[in-house]
């Protein structure tokens, strides 16, 4: 059973920067894709961004692209997600998760495994 942990979230006032880390228990870390998922309250969770197997390839929702930066180190088997301009609207539960292919998705379909979430909450 692979096992996903996320650290890093908390309360942070709007224009600011957090950084989520996200360690993986796989022994193939390296050969997944990873992503950040998100849910605000009462809302649908939504993909924040993908980045394939060896980190050549990302992808970001429209909402977080030039505010957020993810990047992973697989020699730490540990995932990250660099949130800068932070706003009210970033509030939400942040999970990461491990995709059954190699290359970069946003369909959480395609995401075997899920870590237990991390808050963050952005104060106005």
């Known amino acids: 059973q692979v096992q996903l942990e996320e650290s890093g979230g908390g309360l942070v006032q709007a224009g600011g920067s957090l950084t989520l880390s996200c360690t993986s228990s796989?022994?193939?870390?390296?050969?997944?894709?990873m992503g950040w998922f998100r849910q605000p309250p009462g809302k649908e969770r939504e993909s924040v961004a993908a980045?394939?197997?060896?980190?050549?390839?990302?992808l970001y929702g429209d909402s977080v692209k030039g505010r957020f930066d993810i990047t992973r180190d697989n020699a730490k088997n540990t995932l990250y997600l660099q949130m800068n301009s932070l706003k009210p609207e970033d509030t939400a539960v942040y999970y990461c998760?491990?995709?059954?292919?190699?290359?970069?998705?946003?369909?959480?379909?395609?995401?075997?495994?899920w870590g237990q979430g991390t808050q963050v909450t952005v104060s106005s």
């Open positions: 998760a491990s995709s059954i292919a190699a290359n970069a998705d946003t369909n959480p379909g395609h995401y075997a495994y």
């Open positions: 796989e022994r193939i870390f390296s050969d997944r894709a």
């Open positions: 980045i394939n197997w060896n980190g050549d390839r990302t």
